[in-house]
């Protein structure tokens, strides 16, 4: 049984205060608004139903979560905020609760275009590298000793796997599709004015809010803490915070994290439908100063991802208080009182079925570099400086392609410096310098930090290549161990 029991939207506390709580002419146009949002949700609900056909794997977006969303707003909301909010803020919130999913719905000619779309290609390569597990069914498959059974079995699992991909791809997405869905079907929709204002545009913003930085609803991202609709003061900022809170927050049943889709590989007998099966979530408490989940998890491997579930809400609480403490003076009354982090004390093993410990493997310094420097890597340990040129000439290599495609011209400054001295300690040190195409931010944190990752291999750099082949050039990176990425 869900945590919340809600059958529409004349169930949620934001309905009912939108069309009781006002008076005079505020209260007739509260109440048309309300109405009104009856058969919009309705419009909502229904797209919505297309989602388990799309997402198989992944019932959290559809009608339930839309309410679900819608509810927790309300118990987000301090009491003393809720109160003052108008009838134009109180319309956002839920429009923005029932359309910010939206996206996740793709149009069939949408899904067709799809595996030819550059963007898509390269998230479902590099997705494909980040959960292993994918391949290692693809291989067993080609096994000749497979039971029928067994092909049954994994066939299905890599269905799941498959489908899991398509739904990371929309997730990461979907922010921009469910804007655009808003602005093309309802902005001219009179259904969605207040005083002859449409909302459509600014309920499109609060569907892109749930999809960037807490710090980037700012003015600058088209979010301002006094927007006008009609004779109304919107703050943006705000319902862009409650929207984002009251979305992590719903962790019913339903809520898959993709981090079991990352650790569970086809050999473990935990299936990756099991979560669907005995789903942890048995009850919540949302307070001001105190924020709970009771889960009875039923392998280790689900409370591990309730964990780290767990991190994200941590880091969208901290974010949204330090948003609201950066309201200026005139917005003060909107505020949060919520804690900084969730209490984990109630997630735990169903029936002390197992001992949790969370561990995890570390890289040894010194240990690593006696595997680089002695002999079981390389054979014999000279054989580090020919990798150390191996890795400057990819660097140089790609720095000429990358002039050639942007420049036009021919680079041909390429140096390399090889230096060997004594540190202070009489350590042996050598230097490999290069000219190369060297490092951005989105390499370092990526590849370089990332022990067995690597640029040169990566499907990011495969793209890169498309164009140098374009220009009649092109090269195959000849480092074999491309573990310093020379710049």
């Known amino acids: ?67 679900r969303v819608t509810e927790l707003m309300s118990r987000i909301l301090p009491k003393e ?9 109180i319309l956002l919130l839920i429009l923005a609760a029932h359309f910010h999913d939206q996206g996740m719905v793709l149009e069939q000619p949408e899904i067709s275009v799809l595996a030819g779309e550059t963007q898509f290609t390269l998230f479902r390569d590099n997705w494909i590298i980040s959960h292993p597990n994918l391949k290692e069914i693809e291989q067993a498959l080609q096994e000749r000793t497979l039971s029928e059974a067994e092909k049954v079995r994994f066939r299905e699992i890599e269905q799941e796997l498959k489908a899991a991909l398509l ?19 309802y902005a001219k929709d009179p259904r969605w004015e207040i005083g002859g204002t449409n909302v459509a ?37 705000y319902l862009g915070l409650i929207l984002r809170l009251a979305d992590i927050l719903d962790l019913d049943r339903d809520r898959t994290p993709d981090t079991l889709y990352r650790s569970i590989h086809f050999k473990s007998s935990v299936s990756l439908r099991e979560w669907a099966k005995h789903r942890s979530v048995e009850g919540w408490l949302i307070q001001p100063d105190f924020i709970q989940f009771t889960m009875r998890c039923e392998h280790p491997e689900y409370q591990r991802a309730a964990y780290h579930f767990m991190d994200s809400i941590d880091h969208e609480l901290a974010d949204a208080q330090a948003a609201c403490r950066a309201f200026p003076a005139s917005v003060d009354r ?64 790609t720095h000429r392609a990358v002039i050639r495609r942007d420049v ?14 004594l540190d202070s300690d009489g350590y042996e040190i050598l230097k490999c310098t290069d000219n190369g195409i060297g490092m951005d931010r989105n390499v370092v944190e990526r590849f370089l930090t990332r022990a067995g990752r690597s640029y040169y291999r990566s499907p990011e750099f495969e793209m890169e290549r498309v164009g140098f082949r374009a220009l009649g050039f092109d090269f195959d990176p000849c480092a074999q161990y491309v573990l310093f990425y020379a710049g």
């Open 201 to 237: 545009e600014l309920v499109a913003r609060l569907c892109l809010s749930h999809v960037i930085p807490s710090l980037d609803l700012d003015g600058a991202h088209g979010f301002r803490y006094d927007e006008v609709v009609s004779s109304y003061r919107v703050n943006m900022v």
């Open 167 to 185: 739904t990371d791809y929309v997730r990461q997405t979907h922010g921009g599709r469910s804007a655009s869905f808003v602005r093309a079907t």
């Open 81 to 89: 905020v809720l109160d003052q909010l108008n009838p134009a803020e």
């Open 1 to 67: 049984m869900p945590v919340l029991q809600l059958n529409s939207i004349r169930d949620t506390t934001l309905w009912k205060r939108l069309k009781n709580s006002f008076s005079g002419y505020e209260g007739e146009l509260a109440q048309t608004l309300a109405l009104n949002l009856v058969s919009v949700c309705q419009e909502a609900y229904d797209r919505m139903k297309a989602f388990p056909s799309l997402h198989p794997e992944y019932t959290l977006h559809d009608e339930v979560h839309l309410l």
């Open 334 to 397: 909107y505020r949060l009182d919520l804690p900084l982090s969730v209490d984990r004390s109630r997630i735990e093993p169903k029936d002390d079925g197992y001992i949790y410990s969370d561990l995890e493997f570390s890289l040894s310094r010194d240990e690593i570099i006696k595997l680089l420097m002695a002999d079981k890597l390389y054979g014999q340990s000279w054989i580090c400086v020919r990798e150390l040129l191996q890795n400057a000439l990819d660097a140089l290599r």
């Open 408 to 421: 036009g011209v021919d680079w041909l400054d390429g140096k390399i410096e090889m230096i060997h001295e």
